[in-house]
């Protein structure tokens, strides 16, 4: 997807897990994806650089689909559709 097709996605949750270090955002996304059904879309904020790594990993071994990253200047916005 690009940018402004991610920019303008419906999501159901925002996790906000700038400021803290691996593997926090990795595990409040994980909390947050179980709060929302199947099919709608989770975006996590995280200034940590593991987390472009961690988080399509995770979403490869779980069946989730990962749509995609925006770069902001200090941290990234990460899409993830719930399986």
């Known amino acids: ?3 402004d097709e991610l920019k303008g996605l419906k999501v159901a949750s ?3 897990a700038r400021g803290t270090a691996c ?3 990795l595990l409040a996304a994980k909390k947050a994806m179980g709060d929302i059904e ?3 879309i989770l975006e996590v904020y995280s ?3 593991g987390t472009k790594v ?4 995770w979403c490869q071994k ?3 689909d990962y749509l995609g990253v925006v770069e902001e200047s200090s941290y ?3 899409f993830l559709k719930k399986s």
Do not use: A, F, N, Y
């Not at 961690?54 to 990993?57: G, H, N, Q, Y």
């Open 14 to 16: 925002l996790v906000d």
């Open 23 to 25: 593997p926090g955002p």
């Open 38 to 40: 199947s099919g709608e």
């Open 54 to 57: 961690d988080i399509p990993k």
């Open 76 to 78: 990234v916005r990460m």
């Open 62 to 64: 779980m069946g989730h």
């Open 1 to 3: 997807m690009t940018t």
């Open 47 to 49: 200034s940590d650089e």
